[in-house]
């Protein structure tokens, strides 16, 4: 079949060399185009299928599921990696009529990057091209999983696999839970760093806050009790650095200033020699 849908049959029923030790018992058919480096539009897609089920059929009497690519049986990569086989499967072993053309079949661009980045964000997997930005046999199934997870659709159903209102939707909602629940974590994440000295400093600047009346020890109490979370101790910090002080020092170079000043390195007085 072209791509413009016209259909011939180039040998007879009898002749066959499309694919060695298998032509006396199989029909090869084949559409054009190179789907190593092209993509099927699905109305396309849906025109070959019809045809192979009516040519079939009048040999076959019924369609079955015995459908083989060319690469199964012979060296070549036939019908190509961007082929949707698994929809062409579903299109022409169908028992009705195939469903309306899937209108993002074949679609590129940001928009189906947008949807494809959506479906991993929700655990549905693009395992083999990822967020590529194209609408291809991978990301129909993601679709496809994605809906009947959901009850969104159903393989019997006229929009499976269309990444229609109700699914993009659904997808939207996920992730906004997501986001709200990983909010919600982080607001309860405690604040206790890794490092020793930091862990140091940051009970120094809490107890002098607590013995200025800056803060409340009910905070001292939290850190040391290792409760004080992550979001406490963020407006704790901004709270005790807009505190006024004894001199002009800012809070957050109180500790090296009392240093220095125990030490009598003020003001010229007593100069460190290094």
Request: glycine share 6%; with cysteine; hydrophobic share 35%.
């Amino acid at each position: 079949m072209h791509k413009d849908k016209t259909a011939y049959i180039l040998r007879g029923k009898n002749q066959g060399a499309h694919a060695a030790g298998h032509n006396h018992d199989s029909f090869g058919y084949c559409l054009e185009g190179n789907y190593d480096i092209e993509y099927v539009d699905d109305d396309l897609l849906i025109e070959f299928a019809k045809f192979v089920r009516q040519e079939s059929a009048k040999e076959f009497a019924l369609i079955n599921s015995n459908f083989q690519r060319h690469r199964d049986v012979g060296s070549t990569s036939c019908p190509g990696r961007n082929f949707p086989w698994n929809r062409f499967l579903a299109l022409v072993t169908a028992k009705e009529a195939p469903a309306p053309a899937n209108v993002w079949m074949g679609k590129s661009g940001q928009e189906v990057r947008e949807l494809q980045d959506k479906l991993i964000a929700v655990g549905e997997s693009l395992p083999r091209f990822g967020a590529d930005g194209h609408f291809g046999d991978e990301t129909l199934l993601a679709v496809q999983s994605f809906q009947r997870k959901h009850g969104i659709s159903s393989p019997s159903g006229r929009f499976y696999g269309v990444p229609g209102p109700a699914t993009q939707e659904k997808l939207d909602a996920l992730i906004i839970a997501m986001k709200d629940e990983e909010a919600e974590d982080l607001k309860n994440v405690i604040f206790w760093p890794s490092s020793p000295s930091l862990r140091e400093s940051a009970h120094k600047m809490l107890k002098r806050a607590v013995d200025r009346d800056h803060i409340d020890k009910r905070w001292l109490d939290q850190y040391e009790k290792k409760e004080l979370r992550m979001a406490d101790f963020i407006t704790l910090k901004v709270h005790i650095d807009m505190m006024p002080n004894d001199s002009d020092v800012y809070e957050v170079h109180r500790e090296d200033w009392e240093d220095y000043t125990e030490r009598g390195l003020v003001n010229g007085e007593n100069q460190m020699i290094l």
